[in-house]
Nanobody
Framework: QVQLIESGGGLVPPGGSLRLSCAASGGTLPYYSMGWFRQAPGKEREFVASISWGGANIYYADSVKGRFTISRSNDKNTVYLQMDTLRSEDTAVYYC??????????????????WGQGTQVSVSS
């Protein structure tokens, strides 16, 4: 059974950076799109970024465009989220997900195949 395990969360001041990682353990997910989502207290889970299997198709939420960068290493079964110029409104639990649907589909629909357990990102001075 494949599991997605996130790491890299923490507490940073506004303007700081963090790099999240999500590794697939227990197997591989060939041809799966990968994505990052987040959920702030009292809010619904929302799309952050997604990337296709080959990395050619990448999508971002407007709120993170220009500040966050998603990438993946299929050799390492890992997807990354580089977060720069963090703001207080980026505070949330961040989840990675994998789905057989296209990366673009994740911009509108929640993945159904695999989810990680989440990692907390807190942006505060």
């Amino acid at each position: 059974q494949v599991q997605l395990i996130e790491s890299g969360g923490g507490l940073v001041p506004p303007g700081g950076s963090l790099r999240l990682s999500c590794a697939a353990s227990g197997g591989t997910l060939p041809y799966y799109s990968m994505g990052w989502f987040r959920q702030a207290p009292g809010k619904e889970r929302e799309f952050v970024a997604s990337i296709s299997w080959g990395g050619a198709n990448i999508y971002y939420a407007d709120s993170v465009k220009g500040r966050f960068t998603i990438s993946r290493s299929n050799d390492k079964n890992t997807v990354y989220l580089q977060m720069d110029t963090l703001r207080s409104e980026d505070t949330a639990v961040y989840y990675c997900a994998a789905d057989r649907a296209a990366a673009q589909t994740m911009t509108q629909f929640m993945p159904t195949d695999y989810w990680g357990q989440g990692t907390q990102v807190s942006v505060s001075s």
